[in-house]
């Protein structure tokens, strides 16, 4: 199963929980776990059925621009990570 990392700033939906493992195949499977898990959490990384924009996510230590259809291994890391903005 993949590890998957709560963003500290989601933390609150989690109560505490750091990280947890789930059998996906793909973000969007994770995403929908998640919020079954910690109800709400879809709705915080979420814009219109797509990982928001505010956020990246690292899959192994490489971040993706697939965003749901990210691919997940059995053995994956997965990190939802904030977005650095700024010039």
């Known amino acids: 199963m993949a590890t ?8 609150e939906l989690s109560g505490g929980v750091q990280s947890v493992e ?6 969007r499977e994770i995403v929908d ?11 915080r990384i979420c814009t219109d059925g797509n990982i928001s924009p505010s ?3 690292s ?4 971040m993706t621009s697939r965003g749901m259809i990210a691919k997940v ?7 939802f990570i904030p ?3 700024g010039g």
């Open 73 to 79: 291994k059995p053995q994956s890391e997965v990190h």
């Open 33 to 43: 776990q998640l919020d079954e898990m910690f109800p709400g959490f879809k709705d």
């Open 83 to 85: 977005a650095i903005g």
């Open 55 to 57: 956020l990246q996510v």
């Open 59 to 62: 899959i192994d230590s490489i």
């Open 4 to 11: 998957v990392f709560i963003p500290a700033q989601l933390r």
């Open 22 to 27: 789930i059998e996906a195949r793909n973000v």
